[in-house]
């Protein structure tokens, strides 16, 4: 069976449609300015001004130093991982010990020092970034069981938190 030319139109003509929609399309997007997508490394936080070289004298001296004058810093949930990860291993690639100073965010790159500072009672501590997480909604990092111990998470679970990433 063999299609005469007004067939072969009828076939042809929505394709032909929709390529010339998509050009008219294309065309009218590519003159416009397209919205800034924030960066995923730094979604979330601000830059603020490095404190620590402000007082020298303060005890806030002993932490990582920027290696600019500027730091990142968020406020949000933080959580802690569970004991039975101990061991396995996590997304930079390195196994999971319960007993360092290590987090989960994220977006922020591996070895990222990040100060977390519990807001119910002040107490802080640095950890560096090795896996990726949270995944659970609302929250903004995950802290090895030591780090939470450290600043008074474990009998919580949870807790509002400000972070800052050092350069």
């Known amino acids: 069976m063999t299609l005469n030319n007004r067939s072969r139109c009828a076939f042809f003509r929505p394709a032909l449609i929709a390529m010339i929609f998509c050009v008219l399309l294309s065309t009218s997007l590519y003159g416009a300015e397209l919205p800034e997508h924030p960066d995923p490394v730094t979604a979330g936080f601000q830059w603020l001004p490095d404190i620590n070289n402000a007082n020298q004298a303060s005890s806030t001296s002993a932490l990582p130093q920027a290696s600019g004058d500027d730091f990142l810093v968020a406020e949000g949930k933080a959580s802690y ?30 070895g990222t020092s ?17 896996d990726r997480g949270p995944f659970r909604k609302g929250r ?28």
């Open 140 to 167: 903004i990092i995950d802290v090895s069981p030591a780090a939470a111990k450290k600043i008074g998470l474990l009998s919580t679970g949870t807790a509002n938190v400000r972070i800052e990433a050092y350069n």
């Open 114 to 130: 990040v100060r977390v500072i519990n807001l119910a009672n002040g107490k802080d501590v640095v950890v560096r970034i090795n």
């Open 81 to 110: 991982y569970s004991r039975h990860f101990h061991g396995k291993k996590t997304a930079s690639g390195e196994f999971f010990n319960l007993n360092h100073f290590t987090a989960a965010h994220r977006s922020l790159a591996f």
